[in-house]
């Protein structure tokens, strides 16, 4: 249908452009490594190292595992270099929770052992049997001259045992090879499976060879040993390689319940269908909400372009290769993302350690059915100390007021905004509607508006010269209806040379028309993790003050508009310290 190469031109076109301009996990190690001939303090402060995020007390880590919960434990895998702070060795480390918050270190679950996987052990899923025992599906390397990529599959030496210590790898490894078709060294990172119609499935992500298509690759098993390749991809897209994909059913708009991942049919609750992928170009999470029907085997966008123009993100900013699990005891899916750093690698090997994993968060269909929404899982709220609240206080444009009482560095902060007026939101430029992050990036947190830009001022030093902010702005397209803006700009967030601080940004699904949207931000030292309305747009950003550290880090709200802004209802807490893998 028509000449590919008319088809495939433009995409190339885009494609570069987004690996020269939006990979920034690869862009900041090449960019700042060279650049830091030594490393600032601060940078090796224990005051960076997070307080309740996931992460192991030294070393690299990536992606999230596997996780599931299992016999009265919460189970996580993770990708983990025991042998330093950048990546390589990978292994899968594995810890254990009883609430998703306060975290056990096991020994290692998964290290190279069989040909196979003798050099690696890449990322992967865990599915339930029907016994209720559960199996890994993982990324073997098998040769050293390349990356080429088999699908094994692990099993627990003791089903019996709930925190799952010690896995066997069977016989009849490899489950899947990259047969004529797949390019061998882009087929990885298996799904949870699910069953229906008398077999398993499971999805591999891959890069369809001499192309730039994307594909989630459709495998069918009968008895969860033998898997045969279907003859069409699940989906596919013109998108560049599709690692870390995830397929699971969500229920009706607006149920917060989630659903086992072999639910199917509305009889059980299903409304939709959820295809995720970690795009290898951008290092960003995208999906899509659609149909699956598992006759035919194929999964169907309810959007047609969402897998390529105005594309849904888990998060806007630094989250990636993520992961969900079904929740069996409290019935919530739980999604789960890996936040590299942004430093460089020298500062990663001065301080010992990089990356953490992303809050735990219950993920679900919103009311309207276009979009997922996400929340910090409820068990987070344990960590909450006494509570500091303002209320009704007016910021009028150029204002701003700090919120004491409270040490800010490791806090979680909820505040609602109320809008005076609507009338002086400035004009929408459609040249930006696929492009929030550049919008942002014209239109940061010190560039005076209409309505906003307003919002919080995170990790500020005392005289205001480093500080993060994220915020709202709102537009008005050619129809006078609201477009919302929001942002994380860590342009000022540290006065420390040879950092990457982009800024990021996401167009927020909301009916503003009230006035009223609210903003939650999980503060963590070098990480500012913040949810809009309600959870419809996510954005993660790292950074690194060099001033605004521990006890001399400050919380202010800002309005930077020509509109009264009224903080309705603000509730900010300092967070306690979890049990963190011994650290």
Known sequence: MGNPK????????LLLLQLASASHHTRRSLETEAASPSVPASIVSPLLRTGY???????????PNGPLYYKGWYHLFYQYNPKGAVWGNIIWAHSVSRDLINWISLEPAITPSIPTDQYGVWSGSTTLLHDGTPAILYTGIGR???????QNIALPKNASDPLLREWTKPEYNPVAVPEAGINATQFRDPTTAWYAGGRWRMLVGGLRPDTLRGVAILYRSRDFKHWVRAKHPLHSAMTGMWECPDFYPVGKAGAESGLDASAYGVASGVA????????????YDYYTVGDYNNTAERYVPDNPTGDVYRRLQYDYG??????????????????????????????DKAKGWAGIQAIPRKIWLDAGGKQLVQWPVEELEKLRGKPVNVGDKVVKPGQHFEVTGLHSYQSDVEVSFEISSLDKAEPFDT????????????????????VGPFGLWVLASADLAEKTAVFFRVFKDGYGKPVVLMCSDPSKSSLTPDLYKPTFAGFVDTDISSGKISL??????????SFGAGGKTCILSRVYPSMALGKD?????????????????????????PLMNGA
């Not at 088809?7 to 076109?13: E, R, T």
């Not at 996931?54 to 992606?63: A, T």
């Not at 050293?144 to 088999?150: G, R």
């Open 272 to 283: 939709k269908h959820v295809l995720k992928n970690s795009l290898d170009l951008t290092r």
């Open 6 to 13: 008319w088809a495939l031109a433009p995409w190339a076109l």
């Open 144 to 150: 050293a001259d390349s990356n080429y990529q088999i």
């Open 520 to 529: 939650r931000s999980l503060i963590d030292r070098s990480v500012v993790e």
């Open 318 to 347: 630094n989250f990636y290769a993520s992961k969900t699990f079904f929740d069996p005891v409290k019935q919530r899916r739980i999604l789960l993302g890996w936040a590299n750093e942004s430093d460089s690698v020298a500062h």
């Open 53 to 63: 995020h996931f992460q192991p007390p030294m070393n690299w880590i990536n992606d």
């Open 553 to 577: 880090a400050h919380l202010h709200v800002f309005n930077n508009g020509a509109t009264d802004i009224k903080v309705s209802r603000l509730t900010a807490w300092e967070m306690k310290k």
């Open 431 to 450: 040249a930006y509607i696929n492009d929030a992050q550049k919008l942002c990036g014209m239109k940061g947190a010190d560039v005076k508006g209409g």
